[in-house]
């Protein structure tokens, strides 16, 4: 089993609906999470990161539940620039690196 | 203020062959990462550095060589280049923290490298 899980879709979803998918973890001793967005052949970029129950930020927001080892990520009214993988990973405080999903590929569709 | 730039950006390399990566960062970042990523399967981490002069193993390292000789370049070198190195390869680097956990990593534009 992978330590961070994502399903890879894709996701094809319409202009302005709310989409949400999930990064399952094994090693419950992350501390931290990172939603990163990556383009079509771009380098990922940060897009939210999560310590605790969760995070808003605009029209996204990420949370983190523990018991069940998952964290989501929600879009609501979503744009065609959207469209994306949205990679994630988690982080462990004894050491210094993330470990990754193989991300989850969303196409919004007008 | 150019953040974590990578060259070359494309590579065609034969069998055997040699070549190095250079990542710069000018953020006075103390950690710098290699991953490649391969269709499906994510980031994949190669080497790292937590410092200048400092180096240790990723989970993929096997047929590639770093060195952090100056704080702000991390070089990655392939002695050998065999077809399976056929990838995409990213930098990063990531500020020093008390709280480790909480840093994230900025990426660099990538290099990409087809090994014939």
């Known amino acids: 089993r992978k330590e961070v899980e994502q399903d890879p879709g894709p996701f094809n979803v319409p202009e302005g609906a709310t989409v949400a998918f999930n990064c399952t973890y094994s090693n419950s001793a992350s501390q931290s999470f990172f939603w990163y967005r990556q383009d079509c052949r771009k380098e990922p970029k940060l897009l939210m990161s999560v310590y605790s129950s969760g995070n808003e930020d605009g029209r996204f927001t990420a949370q983190l539940n523990r018991a069940s080892q998952y964290i989501s990520l929600l879009i609501r009214d979503s744009k065609l620039s959207d469209s994306a993988t949205y990679l994630c990973?988690?982080?462990?405080?004894?050491?210094?690196?993330?470990?990754w999903g193989a991300g989850t590929k969303l196409i919004i569709k007008p | 203020n150019a953040g974590v730039t990578q060259t070359p950006k494309f590579r065609v390399l034969k069998t055997g062959q040699s070549m190095t990566l250079l990542c710069a960062q000018d953020m006075n970042h103390e950690y710098m990462y290699w991953y490649r990523q391969d269709p499906g399967m994510g980031l994949r981490l190669i080497h790292y550095?937590?410092?200048?002069?400092?180096?240790a193993k990723g989970e993929v390292p096997d047929g590639y060589n770093v060195s952090r000789l100056k704080k702000q370049n991390f070089l990655l070198g392939l002695e050998s280049a065999a077809p399976s190195q056929t990838s995409v390869y990213f930098c990063a680097s990531r500020p020093r923290d008390s709280r480790a956990y909480t840093d994230t990593q900025y990426f660099g534009p990538g290099t990409r490298l087809t090994v014939l």
């Open positions: 990973a988690g982080a462990l405080d004894s050491n210094y690196q993330l470990i």
């Open positions: 550095s937590v410092g200048e002069g400092t180096t």
